[in-house]
C-alpha cells in the first residue's frame, strides 16, 4: 500500500501516521486502556448502553456448583472466531490478475459494521480499533440467539 492509500486509510479510521507508526510493543496496559474506553460514561446527549441480556446469569445457591461444573466442561472447545470486512466475487480472469497492491472492491461500505462470525455462524457486528498497530474489533451490537433463528428461517 502506497504512503498516500496509508494516510488515506487512517484518516479513514481517525488516526493519523503519527499515532499508528509507534515502534513500542502492544502491552496489556494499551488493551486495558482501549477497554476502559468503552466503560467511560457516554456523552450527555447520548443515551447509556445497556448490555445484551441474552445470558443466564449464574447465582450462588445450592445447584449453582452442578451447573459451574458442567459448564467447565464446555469452557476449553476451542471455536473459529473470524471478524469479515466484506464479500466479493470475481472471475477466475480477473483473480489471476491480482498482483502485489491490487485493490478489491467489496460490498460493505466505509464505515460499516464489520461482521463477527464464530464457526462461521454471525454472532455481533463491531468497529475496528487500532492500538500500538494491532487490530482489534470494539463489538457494537449482539446478535441474540431469536434473530440468528429468524436468519435461519429464511
Not at 11 to 30: F, L, P, T, V
Not at 58 to 83: H, K, R, T, Y
Not at 88 to 109: C, F, M, P, R, Y
Not at 124 to 146: H, M
Amino acid at each position: 500500500m502506497a504512503d498516500d492509500e496509508l494516510s488515506d486509510a487512517l484518516a479513514s479510521m481517525g488516526m493519523s501516521a503519527e499515532a499508528a507508526a509507534g515502534d513500542e510493543a502492544i502491552s496489556e496496559d494499551d488493551w486495558a486502556a482501549a477497554m476502559a474506553e468503552q466503560t467511560e460514561p457516554p456523552a450527555a446527549s447520548a443515551p447509556a448502553a445497556q448490555p445484551a441480556n441474552i445470558f443466564p446469569s449464574f447465582s450462588v445457591s445450592a445447584g449453582a456448583d452442578s451447573v459451574m461444573n458442567e459448564l467447565d466442561v464446555i469452557l476449553d472447545i476451542p471455536v473459529q472466531l473470524s471478524v469479515e470486512l466484506g464479500r466479493t466475487k470475481i472471475t477466475i480472469k480477473n483473480l489471476l490478475q491480482l498482483a502485489h497492491g491490487s485493490v478489491v472492491e467489496l460490498d460493505a461500505l466505509a464505515g460499516e459494521p464489520m461482521d463477527v462470525l464464530v464457526n462461521g455462524t454471525l454472532i455481533a457486528q463491531g468497529e475496528v480499533v487500532v492500538v500500538n498497530e494491532k487490530f482489534g474489533i470494539r463489538l457494537t451490537d449482539i446478535i441474540t440467539p431469536s434473530e440468528r433463528m429468524k436468519k435461519l428461517g429464511r
